[in-house]
Structures are given as structure tokens and as C-alpha cells.
């Protein structure tokens, strides 16, 4: 049974940072992939960011130059800072891992002053 466990996230203003942090804590011996999803009100789930083991990177246009990712292999943990911070980037944030197969449970984050 696979389990990601999601950390970070919370309340920030509007041009702050936040950090968030998916671990891969079981059922996971070598990672292919890892990433994130967010998904807002009333809006569908959307692509983040995506890292693979060949150390291959996308982002979604929005959060491009303000969102970087990181992947510690070793750890199976993933990293995403998040910095410039706007109000579309408020939703609930997903990890995901061996592209896509499977999700975390999801963490807030909401950028608001």
C-alpha cells in the first residue's frame, strides 16, 4: 500500500512563500516520478509541477519561475517552494507519485490578505 504524506501549506499574503513537502513513506521501492496537482474551488484538478528520476522537470505555465521542485530520491521526499504567491494560486494541493498512479490526501494552501 502506497502512502504519500503531505506537509506544509497554510495561510500566506499574497507575494509571500510557503513550502511543501510529500513524503513517500511506504510501498514505494525505487521512484519513477513525483509531482503535484492542486485543485481550487469550483475548478478542475490541475497539473503543478512534475520531477522524474532522469532529474526531467515541468511546470505548469502559471507557476513557472515562481515555483521550483525538488526531489530527494533517497528520502522518497518531494519538495515544492512556492514563492510570489497570488490569490489563483489558493486550492488544495496533491501529490502524486510513478506519474500519477497515486495521490495524497491533499494540503491547503491559501494565499490571502
Known amino acids: 500500500q502506497v502512502q504519500l504524506v503531505e506537509s506544509g501549506g497554510g495561510l500566506v499574503q499574497p507575494g509571500g512563500s510557503l513550502g511543501l513537502s510529500c513524503a513517500a513513506s511506504v510501498g514505494i521501492v525505487r521512484v519513477d516520478s513525483m509531482g503535484w496537482y492542486r485543485q481550487a474551488p469550483g475548478k478542475q484538478r490541475e497539473f503543478v509541477a512534475r520531477t522524474n528520476s532522469g532529474g526531467t522537470t515541468r511546470y505548469a505555465d502559471s507557476v513557472k519561475g515562481r515555483f521550483t521542485l525538488s526531489l530527494d530520491n533517497a528520502k522518497k521526499t518531494l519538495y515544492l517552494q512556492m514563492n510570489s504567491l497570488k490569490p489563483e494560486d489558493t486550492a488544495v494541493y496533491y501529490c502524486?507519485?510513478?506519474?500519477?498512479?497515486?495521490w495524497g490526501q491533499g494540503t491547503q494552501v491559501t494565499v490571502s490578505s
Open positions: 502524486t507519485a510513478q506519474y500519477a498512479t497515486y
